[in-house]
């Protein structure tokens, strides 16, 4: 644990004036409370599931709504349990973090936990020994439920300097790479035409030698198409929306594709949807997805292109049979020169969600259909343009 | 005969050979300099149709040095060559008349189709 968490803890603590006193009370309060935490929670997702922006959040049905009312149990009951250290105030963080990571805003997370309040400060005062008791126990609560808001506020704070700081990375790591791309254009060029000489020189009669020029230019071509995704990564154009049909997306993505013997299913609504977004970026990430799945694949497996409407977004699921994502870098697979292919240099994710976020859209590794590598991309509806995160 | 001699200018000298000979193979006439000034210091009116010219160079730039050879040669074609497709030179240079900006690695099946065009017109 770093030692600004600890820090934050303790100072936020002493600055509502949380203390054992405090503690006392909130262990008294938590046998009345914990009956009741099943109906609070009922409550607290009725009214969550009754607001569109807040249930957009939760994208996985009734099951996902299963497993948050537990958590839910769970976080009300250890609210009075204690003890209230950094263990306490890590595992809060690891919720708050969980809400960071399903893009809730954070105006619902205060308005959920009045919610709760509402229910905690009606059962204290309810079932209080007596009317003094009742009113120190209910600012005990209180003070509590400021420090669970603190610490899920600070959470939202952490991804946001999180992000800032792969911004700042990219920008100097991307003045430094562009550099060097470009300097390597040049040998590039010399190498370029002296393959063309040479294909010349030795006419069609010599084949081994033709072999590997043909080689030779391959990968003058390969080390090209590296240095312009690379500056495509570094490069800060701005998107040009318009409305584009998924269709025609997902045509100009698997157009320039190699001719391959994986198996590709597409599976598209009939409903006509159509996103708003930069049709050359979009088809940059659904290329490269595509692509990546593919390689993971191999030429006997499967890559399931599925795409559905969901709320202000369409999702384009890419899903694969190769042997799917390290665990080790899952959580920077989108970081530049992250890689779990032998070759990859990193950059293709990387820029995938440098576009999807341009476009107002999010890129997420999740678990699908087939055993590989799943990412989904969600990229605006045209009739609802305007960003879904 | 010499209307379609071209004029190569990259600080590159391999490069810069390597063009000469592809353009030689392609049936033009052509000339390298690897130094702007001197390509520009010998520069004799008529003598060239065309000058291909690298963007980035030292001491003087492509666009530079094909703005001082039109001051000599108002009759002078111009296409340039780039490592930075995204360089601001980009613009000067196609703002200043000059018929197209060549992106390296160069395709050189495609640079003697656009110098043919442009030496034909």
Redesign the interface.
Request: aromatic fraction near 4%; glycine fraction near 6%; include cysteine.
């Given at each position: 644990m770093a030692p600004h968490e600890e820090h934050l803890f303790e100072e936020i603590k002493r600055y509502v004036g949380f203390d054992e006193g405090d503690e006392a009370r909130l262990r008294a309060v938590g046998p009345r409370v914990v009956p009741h935490a099943l109906a609070i929670t009922d409550d607290f997702y009725r009214h969550i599931l009754e607001h569109h922006d807040a249930r957009r959040a939760i994208t996985g049905g009734d099951a996902q709504v299963g497993s948050l009312k537990r958590t839910l149990v769970v976080w009300l009951r250890e609210l009075f349990e204690g003890p209230w250290d950094l263990a306490y105030y890590e595992r809060r963080a690891r919720i708050g973090r969980r809400h960071v990571a399903i893009d809730l805003p954070q105006q619902y997370m205060f308005t959920a936990v009045s919610v709760i309040r509402d229910h905690l400060c009606r059962i204290v005062l309810d079932t209080a020994a007596s009317p003094d008791t009742g009113r120190a126990e209910l600012f005990s609560v209180n003070r509590l439920l400021d420090l669970e808001l603190a610490i899920m506020l600070h959470t939202y704070r952490e991804n946001s300097l999180a992000r800032l700081q792969r911004t700042e990375r990219l920008a100097t790591f991307g003045q430094f790479a562009a550099s060097i791309a470009?300097?390597l254009?040049?040998p590039?060029?010399?190498?370029?035409?002296?393959t063309?000489?040479l294909r010349?020189r030795v006419g069609d009669s010599s084949e081994p030698i033709t072999r590997h020029i043909d080689k030779i230019s391959a990968q003058?071509q390969l080390s090209?198409r590296i240095i312009s995704s690379l500056?495509d990564l570094v490069?800060e154009r701005p998107p040009t929306p318009r409305d584009v049909p998924v269709r025609e997306l997902l045509t100009a993505a698997m157009e320039p594709l190699p001719a391959t013997t994986t198996t590709i299913e597409l599976d598209v609504p009939d409903e006509p949807l159509v996103l708003h977004v930069d049709l050359d970026q979009a088809r940059q990430i659904v290329a490269n997805l595509l692509s990546n799945g593919l390689e993971a694949a191999g030429p006997t497996g499967t890559v399931a292109v599925r795409v559905r409407p969901e709320g202000a977004a369409v999702l384009i699921t890419v899903n694969d049979t190769g042997p799917g994502i390290d665990p080790t870098i899952r959580s920077r697979l989108f970081e530049p020169l992250v890689s779990t292919k032998v070759r990859g240099i990193g950059l293709g994710l990387a820029l995938c969600r440098r576009l999807a976020e341009r476009n107002g859209g999010t890129i997420t590794v999740a678990s699908g259909r087939l055993p590989g590598a799943s990412f989904e991309l969600r990229l605006p509806r045209a009739e609802l343009a305007g960003g879904i995160s | 005969m010499s209307a379609r001699r071209i004029l190569v200018v990259d600080d590159?000298r391999?490069?810069a050979e390597?063009?000469v000979?592809?353009l030689e193979?392609a049936g033009f006439g052509a000339d390298f300099f690897d130094d702007p000034a001197r390509a520009l210091h010998a520069l004799v009116p008529g003598r060239y149709s065309l000058a291909l010219i690298d963007l980035r160079m030292p001491g003087m730039d492509g666009v530079e040095l094909h703005r001082a050879l039109k001051q000599i040669d108002p009759a002078l074609k111009a296409i340039a060559?780039t490592?930075?497709a995204?360089d601001e030179r980009v613009r000067c240079a196609l703002g200043d008349g000059m018929l197209a900006v060549f992106?390296?690695?160069?395709?050189?099946?495609s640079l003697i189709v656009q110098l043919r065009e442009a030496v034909a017109a």
């Amino acid at each position: 644990m770093a030692p600004h968490e600890e820090h934050l803890f303790e100072e936020i603590k002493r600055y509502v004036g949380f203390d054992e006193g405090d503690e006392a009370r909130l262990r008294a309060v938590g046998p009345r409370v914990v009956p009741h935490a099943l109906a609070i929670t009922d409550d607290f997702y009725r009214h969550i599931l009754e607001h569109h922006d807040a249930r957009r959040a939760i994208t996985g049905g009734d099951a996902q709504v299963g497993s948050l009312k537990r958590t839910l149990v769970v976080w009300l009951r250890e609210l009075f349990e204690g003890p209230w250290d950094l263990a306490y105030y890590e595992r809060r963080a690891r919720i708050g973090r969980r809400h960071v990571a399903i893009d809730l805003p954070q105006q619902y997370m205060f308005t959920a936990v009045s919610v709760i309040r509402d229910h905690l400060c009606r059962i204290v005062l309810d079932t209080a020994a007596s009317p003094d008791t009742g009113r120190a126990e209910l600012f005990s609560v209180n003070r509590l439920l400021d420090l669970e808001l603190a610490i899920m506020l600070h959470t939202y704070r952490e991804n946001s300097l999180a992000r800032l700081q792969r911004t700042e990375r990219l920008a100097t790591f991307g003045q430094f790479a562009a550099s060097i791309a470009h300097e390597l254009r040049n040998p590039l060029g010399v190498i370029e035409s002296s393959t063309f000489l040479l294909r010349k020189r030795v006419g069609d009669s010599s084949e081994p030698i033709t072999r590997h020029i043909d080689k030779i230019s391959a990968q003058v071509q390969l080390s090209n198409r590296i240095i312009s995704s690379l500056l495509d990564l570094v490069r800060e154009r701005p998107p040009t929306p318009r409305d584009v049909p998924v269709r025609e997306l997902l045509t100009a993505a698997m157009e320039p594709l190699p001719a391959t013997t994986t198996t590709i299913e597409l599976d598209v609504p009939d409903e006509p949807l159509v996103l708003h977004v930069d049709l050359d970026q979009a088809r940059q990430i659904v290329a490269n997805l595509l692509s990546n799945g593919l390689e993971a694949a191999g030429p006997t497996g499967t890559v399931a292109v599925r795409v559905r409407p969901e709320g202000a977004a369409v999702l384009i699921t890419v899903n694969d049979t190769g042997p799917g994502i390290d665990p080790t870098i899952r959580s920077r697979l989108f970081e530049p020169l992250v890689s779990t292919k032998v070759r990859g240099i990193g950059l293709g994710l990387a820029l995938c969600r440098r576009l999807a976020e341009r476009n107002g859209g999010t890129i997420t590794v999740a678990s699908g259909r087939l055993p590989g590598a799943s990412f989904e991309l969600r990229l605006p509806r045209a009739e609802l343009a305007g960003g879904i995160s | 005969m010499s209307a379609r001699r071209i004029l190569v200018v990259d600080d590159n000298r391999d490069l810069a050979e390597n063009l000469v000979e592809i353009l030689e193979d392609a049936g033009f006439g052509a000339d390298f300099f690897d130094d702007p000034a001197r390509a520009l210091h010998a520069l004799v009116p008529g003598r060239y149709s065309l000058a291909l010219i690298d963007l980035r160079m030292p001491g003087m730039d492509g666009v530079e040095l094909h703005r001082a050879l039109k001051q000599i040669d108002p009759a002078l074609k111009a296409i340039a060559m780039t490592a930075f497709a995204r360089d601001e030179r980009v613009r000067c240079a196609l703002g200043d008349g000059m018929l197209a900006v060549f992106s390296k690695p160069m395709n050189a099946a495609s640079l003697i189709v656009q110098l043919r065009e442009a030496v034909a017109a």
